[in-house]
T-cell receptor, first 115, second 118 residues
Framework: AQKVTQAQTEISVVEKEDVTLDCVYETRDTTYYLFWYKQPPSGELVFLIRRNSFDEQNEISGRYSWNFQKSTSSFNFTITASQVVDSAVYFCALSEARTGNQFYFGTGTSLTVIP | GAVVSQHPSWVICKSGTSVKIECRSLDFQATTMFWYRQFPKQSLMLMATSNEGSKATYEQGVEKDKFLINHASLTLSTLTVTSAHPEDSSFYIC??????????????FGNGTRLTVT
């Protein structure tokens, strides 16, 4: 079974619009970690955020914000006032305490911001 | 911050030859390194986990004789694609887990290697 589901395969928005990328995860562990990574066309993975299962406080970093809801097993990512440079593939990932260092990646959401 | 260097960034080779990809942790000791493969427009698929000084653990479906992984030191892991074929063409990414971090620290990723086998 897929541990991390990113239902949105591709999203296109016009510059300055807000956009939310969905992430739903599945785990039986009580201790786990959730991540978002950005992969621009050049290919490298850029770390955006890590959130542990005991911290449901939402986080804002500039134009980025994350909404962690354990009740719905979701960890959604919102970009406010999107810019062309935000165009990339975004991956949500899960790491479980039980399996240690192994990461489970979602299938990614390709975001295109149209100028 | 921690940096993982992956080399080469891209390589083109002829079918039947072998290619070695290096993954180095530049400012921390990487006890565990991971190798991922990514096909175009797809997610990262874990190929193997390597711990320094021991044999790599391969994921199901990954040929260990095809993809040789060596993790001889705390700063270097290598992936060798042996007798490469066009279907091995892909984007390969390494990541490292540092001793400075706890197990829940973010993975540090290399910039990836784009392999094209002609």
């Amino acid at each position: 079974a897929q541990k991390v589901t990113q239902a949105q395969t591709e999203i296109s928005v016009v510059e300055k619009e807000d956009v939310t990328l969905d992430c739903v995860y599945e785990t039986r562990d009580t201790t786990y970690y959730l991540f978002w990574y950005k992969q621009p066309p050049s290919g490298e993975l850029v770390f955006l955020i890590r959130r542990n299962s005991f911290d449901e406080q939402n986080e804002i970093s500039g134009r980025y914000s994350w909404n962690f809801q354990k009740s719905t097993s979701s960890f959604n990512f919102t970009i406010t006032a999107s810019q062309v440079v935000d165009s990339a593939v975004y991956f949500c990932a899960l790491s479980e305490a039980r399996t240690g260092n192994q990461f489970y990646f979602g299938t990614g959401t390709s975001l295109t911001v149209i100028p | 911050g921690a940096v993982v260097s992956q080399h080469p960034s891209w390589v083109i080779c002829k079918s039947g030859t072998s290619v070695k990809i290096e993954c180095r942790s530049l400012d921390f000791q990487a006890t565990t390194m991971f190798w991922y493969r990514q096909f175009p427009k797809q997610s990262l698929m874990l190929m193997a986990t390597s711990n320094e000084g021991s044999k790599a653990t391969y994921e199901q479906g990954v040929e260990k004789d095809k993809f040789l992984i060596n993790h001889a030191s705390l700063t270097l892991s290598t992936l060798t694609v042996t007798s490469a074929h066009p279907e091995d063409s892909s984007f390969y990414i390494c990541s490292a887990w540092g001793m400075r971090g706890s197990y829940n620290s973010p993975l540090h990723f290399g910039n990836g290697t784009r392999l094209t086998v002609t």
